[in-house]
């Protein structure tokens, strides 16, 4: 087998896809016993939708989520104003989804691991990476099922707590922000699905409680702040929350939860041998949402996809040299796959012939050319990434924009009715 992952998040289902579409074989294991249901990541970055673009899973991505609602502001109990995160953006030939959509995490996996099965290949629950060992040739794994596997590769997409990055004794720098506590989950409320909400005090409205509604399961994820105060992550603590700040809002049930704090790590070294670890995480709570700061969120779900794009880019030219013949040995494969940010050579071009890092790179992207697309000479928008390595410009096509129009057109329809999957209480428009 040529590559094992250890880990069916989102970037180790990502780099699943991306290995098998290429035909390099490939195992994904997880040490779950069952699929996880919480929301998490619900907020997807333009450029993760690129990703899945190329991925072959944006249809479903863009049929099961919905774009960011706009938030309603309450300031002790009193309803204020609605805001958005920003304006609606028009698609551009090298921006072609410019705005954020909103899908729970859980339900993004479940589509990765559909397109997965589409290739054959299945996610392997209940199989911890319990150790390995690695020699000129491969890796050697040892799984809690008993399996002893060869690879080529093993692939640590195994989160924040990497067991392969621990394992390989490589630094993880950077650090928790123990003094910023939220509590997180998904809920069901008494409130009205088309939007998100805001409740505050007026003496304080940027620290408040944020409820953002979750497309297709009649929930809402929440965000409150803790302060240093220890808290049971339960539907009764952030109900006292609310009702301290006299939201009015009644909470049904409580489908998942956990305390938050703020961790912004990064790997040291992003590759042993043949061995690639969990590298980088960083977060920011959700309600950074409300403050508008969606694009300095980009480096969440991002890094794992990119990572795992690195890897198979690699790998698709490690096949496409082996197929001309030549000769390509482990360094070239993870030697591209390792590569950090900002240290990479030239990359893709975009369809108008300039290099698609100028658009992308801070500093780099300064003296470059806006891109208007093929021939239009018009000046496009700017590209906003602050860090991500290129990679090629997806033009949407019609179908993709037609897509997008059913979405908004069947969304308004389903607004009108009830609750997203039937759940979460009567509508009430606050
Ligand atoms: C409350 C919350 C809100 C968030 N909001 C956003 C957001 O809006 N947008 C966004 O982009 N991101 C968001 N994130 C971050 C996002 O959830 C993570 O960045 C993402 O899950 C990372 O994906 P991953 O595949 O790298 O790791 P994970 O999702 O952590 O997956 C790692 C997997 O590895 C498995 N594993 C661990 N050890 C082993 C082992 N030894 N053997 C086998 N399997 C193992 C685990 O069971 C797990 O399934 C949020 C996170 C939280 C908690």
Known sequence: MDVLIAGAGPAGLALAIDLARRGIGVRIVDKATEFF???RGDGLQPRTLEVFDDLGVIDAVLAAGREIPAFRVHLDGEYVMERRMGERREPAPDVPYPNGWVLGQSQTEGILRD??????????????????????????????????????????????????????GIEFEGGTDESVKMLLGDVEADLDPEFGYWFARA?????????????????????APLGEADAEPTAETLQSILDGLNAGVRLGELAWSTVWRPNVRLAKRFREGRVVPDRRRGARPPADRWAGAEHERAGRLQPGLE????????????????ARGGRAGAG????AAAQAPGRRRAGPRTRCGHPAAR???????????RCGGPGTGRAGPRRQWREGP???????????????????????????????????GGAVRR
Do not use: W
């Open 37 to 39: 249901r919480g929301s």
């Open 307 to 322: 990572a795992g794009r690195r890897l198979t880019r690699a790998a698709g030219q490690l096949r496409n040299r082996a």
């Open 203 to 223: 003496a304080d409205p940027g620290s408040g409680v944020m409820m953002s509604p979750l497309p297709g399961i009649g929930l809402f994820q929440f965000g």
């Open 359 to 369: 658009h992308q790179l801070p500093g780099v992207g300064r003296a470059g050319p």
């Open 332 to 335: 070239d494969l993870l030697g």
């Open 115 to 168: 397109r997965l099965a589409e290739f054959g290949v299945r996610v392997e629950l209940g199989a911890e990476l319990t150790g390995f060992t690695q020699d000129g040739a491969g890796v050697t794994a040892e799984l809690s099922t008993g399996e002893t596997v060869r690879a080529d590769y093993l692939v640590g997409a195994d989160g924040g707590r990497s067991f392969v990055r621990k394992a390989l």
């Open 390 to 424: 290129p990679v090629r410009p997806v033009p949407r096509p019609a179908r993709h924009e037609a897509a997008l129009r059913r979405r908004r057109t069947g969304r308004a329809a389903h607004l009108c009715g009830a609750a997203p999957g039937g759940g979460g």
